[in-house]
Nanobody
Framework: QVQLVESGGGPVQPGGSLRLSCATS????????IGWFRQDPGKEREPVSC????????TYADSVMGRFAISGDRAKNIVYLQMNSLKPEDGGTYYC???????????????????WGQGTQVTIST
């Protein structure tokens, strides 16, 4: 059974950092791309970053380029999202998702992912 469990969210001040974790189980991580997405209540999920775990190919949304870093620990089956220089607009519920890897880089489109975690809340406030 495919499972993804996010953790690491919480309150943080603007300019601060958080590291989110996505613990995966029930599938071979190398065969899947893992994406991180952010969602505000009543709005669509927005792409943040993704990684093609077999080859380590990474993609970032323009809004987080240079501030966020995605990485994968293939031995532990965990994908991390290091978030630095956080801004108020970075707040929301963060979801990780798994989609079958095509071998041509990962996708930032939520529709390309069919397994989702339950989300972890990130709150940016002074």
């Amino acid at each position: 059974q495919v499972q993804l469990v996010e953790s690491g969210g919480g309150p943080v001040q603007p300019g601060g950092s958080l590291r989110l974790s996505c613990a995966t189980s029930g599938f071979i991580l190398d065969d899947y791309d893992i994406g991180w997405f952010r969602q505000d209540p009543g709005k669509e999920r927005e792409p943040v970053s993704c990684i093609e775990t077999r080859w380590g190919v990474k993609t970032y949304a323009d809004s987080v380029m240079g501030r966020f870093a995605i990485s994968g620990d293939r031995a532990k089956n965990i994908v991390y999202l290091q978030m630095n220089s956080l801004k108020p607009e970075d707040g929301g519920t963060y979801y990780c998702a798994a989609g079958t890897s095509t071998g041509f880089g990962c996708s930032l489109s939520p529709s390309d992912y069919n397994n989702w975690g339950q989300g972890t809340q990130v709150t940016i406030s002074t």
